[in-house]
């Protein structure tokens, strides 16, 4: 039986059938660097391949499930941003394609503010339980690039594009109990309640077919017409190439000396 270690960065826990994914990272709302992206491919693949863990439940620490991608790193060194965009864009879609392909049910637990690729990593998990504090905000287009994390292909097919295009370019956030409406996530409980919810339902799909289970994932997904491996590519490439741009740059300043973004017109 292969187990993923533990790390600084992601807390792995096992009880019974279940495995506990939890990003730590709490003081900075598990923002996402290279670090707890290679922590959490190195996990997810551990998990995958291992047949006695029929359901993964992935949360985050503190006060956020995760609030995006860690933008300090682009901000070190401005110049380097598309290069560094493209490594740490790999890695964490690399966790996205193994959620997406491994036949377990995935279960994402989130909460608080979740932004940028938090939105994309909790919609590519197979179900969401959100506490009723959560917001959702695409927040892209603010740094002046696009998004990444399977977004535009998790939000386009849950909405349709008219109201995908619509928050991914206004970033206007969405609360919890509209994420339900919308569909995008499948239940809403009070925070207290998010872990032990999230648990029961982990522990529930133990007790079902595993064959059933990855055959019904499968099928599902082979019922959405276009490929999510090349969206994947498809938001890469826009957001290395955007990464190079002036805007990019003082999206990042802007965020990190707190100020509002003043991006070039025309």
Known sequence: MTRAPSTDALLVERREAVAYLTMNRPRVLNVLDETLAAAMA????????????????????????????????????????????????????????????????????????????????????????AADDTTLRSAYTKLGTSPDGGTTWSLTRLLGPRRAVELMLLNEPIDAADALRLGLVNRVVTKADLMPAATALAERLTRTAAGADAAVKRLVQQAVEGSFDRQLDLEKDSFVGLAGTADFREGISAFIEKRGARFKTG
């Open 42 to 129: 190195t996990a997810f693949a551990s998990v995958a391949d291992d047949p006695s863990v029929r359901a993964v439940v992935l949360a985050g620490a503190g006060r956020s499930f995760m609030a995006g991608g860690d933008l300090a790193l682009f901000h070190a060194d401005l110049a380097a941003a598309p290069a560094t965009a493209a490594e740490l864009i790999d890695r964490f879609h690399a966790v996205m394609r193994s959620i997406r392909r491994m036949p377990k049910p995935v279960i994402a637990a989130i909460h608080g503010p979740v932004a940028g690729g938090g939105v994309g990593l909790a919609l590519a998990c197979d179900l969401v339980i």
